[in-house]
């Protein structure tokens, strides 16, 4: 007689998301342009390897921002504000979807969390559309 | 110091496997001998060496890039695998020295006693990153109630063809994104003094999406994380509904390892 009494969790438990590992967005945010750098104190035996990285700096605002933004207000229904969040919401994440035909960076950077495989797929065909030397030549 | 670098047949001519930096260690580290590092390859992860202090590294080809998405969270997982055991100097991503005895001759010898203090600084601690990112149609709710310019513009481009609103949404979008900008910085702060008061350091990170509400760096003990998880939980739940919060850690310390004298000599 094994009871099952202990369905109900009380709410408000789950609020913060504590990811066991850091998604792609996340690496790419961290690994690209902070820790020790190598170059500074190894000189000679560096060796120049070409890396393929992406620039995780697009929170410059640009037209796209700014009329995407504006599709999403337009959007918004205002009126049912509090009561149809959830319903809003649901609105807002299809909506989204259907910006995510940007260029690789910001591909990466939005669909890292979620859609990691898609990500490296997209990589493996086109493993040469953001190349950029890593090493500076000074 | 002879290095035992297991090199290819090819090894007369130029060289084509390198040395890929992880990171400095101290010397008493074991590795998985499962662990694989970046690169098509994926070479066993190894340790070089040099009295008390130690680099983690793999060999890697170099006629091939790096840094496909495996390659970058190959580099950030093995750093954090490492920080929950001990104290680690995580490197940027993508440093290749020629061979193993350029890593001690070069990396390891001249900075020893730079990298062993840093090494002793970390002990028991490790890197967290509290970010948050608003909830659009919530956030938007909040702005568009609050300003009168963007609810105007609002009505003005309700239902009417993009076309023919060009200008207006972009006026609109102009205004959103400076609320949100001016939104991110009260937030971010808040979120930043909230955990000082637990006696970490703090780091306020770039935003890196439009939509980002916080994204901050702590280097806490790692024996005082149940605290740092209860701060972020109540943060969370003030914020509920308008910010997701996520909490990412314990990391190698990326955004706190010390950066390097311009001086050049070595």
Not at chain 1, 115 to 127: H, Q, S, T
Request: include cysteine.
């Amino acid at each position: 007689m094994s009871p099952m009494t202990t369905a109900i969790q009380p709410q408000g438990g789950a609020t913060m998301d504590r990811p066991s590992s850091s998604s792609l967005a996340d690496v790419v945010d961290t690994i690209l342009d902070k820790g020790l750098v190598i170059d500074a104190y190894v000189r000679v035996s560096l060796v120049g390897i070409e890396l393929l990285t992406v620039d995780a700096r697009i929170v410059v605002a640009s037209v796209d921002t700014y009329l995407r933004f504006a599709q999403a207000v337009n959007r918004l229904d205002i009126s049912q504000d509090k009561e149809g969040l959830p319903e809003l919401m649901q609105d807002m994440e299809q909506g989204g979807a259907k910006h995510k035909t940007k260029g690789a960076a910001q591909g990466v950077l939005e669909a890292a969390g979620e859609k990691l495989k898609d990500v490296i797929e997209d990589y493996r065909e086109e493993p040469e559309r953001v190349p950029r030397r890593s090493r500076r030549e000074d | 110091m002879s290095a035992d670098t297991k090199t290819t047949g090819t090894a007369t001519r130029a060289p084509t496997v390198g040395i890929y930096v992880y990171g400095i260690v101290p010397a008493d580290v074991d590795v998985d001998p499962d662990a694989r590092g970046v690169g098509d390859e994926a070479a066993p992860l190894t340790v070089v060496r040099h009295d008390q202090i130690a680099a983690l590294v793999s060999e890697v080809h170099l006629d091939r890039p790096l840094g496909r998405p495996q390659d970058l969270l190959a580099h950030e997982r093995l750093l954090d695998a490492a920080a929950t055991e001990v104290p680690v100097l995580p490197a940027r991503f993508g440093a290749v020295l020629t061979n193993q005895d350029a890593v001690v001759d070069e990396l390891l010898a001249p900075h020893y006693d730079e990298f062993r203090a840093a090494l002793e600084d970390l002990q028991g601690k490790a890197q967290y990153i509290v970010k948050g990112r608003y909830v659009e149609a919530a956030v938007l709710t909040e702005i568009v109630s609050e300003n009168p310019e963007i609810a105007q513009l609002r009505d003005a481009i309700r239902d009417r063809p993009e076309a023919a609103t060009r200008n207006a949404r972009m006026r609109l979008g102009e205004l959103v994104n400076q609320a949100i900008e001016a939104r991110r910085r009260v937030d971010a702060r808040k979120a930043a003094d909230l955990l000082s008061s637990l006696g970490v350091a703090v780091l306020v990170r770039e935003a890196t999406h439009e939509l980002d509400a916080v994204n901050v760096a702590l280097l806490a003990e790692t024996a005082g994380e149940p605290e740092l998880v209860s701060a972020c939980e109540d943060l969370a739940r003030e914020w509920q509904g308008l910010v997701k919060l996520r909490l990412l850690g314990p990391l190698a310390p990326y955004d706190f390892v010390a950066r390097p004298q311009p001086d050049g000599q070595t």
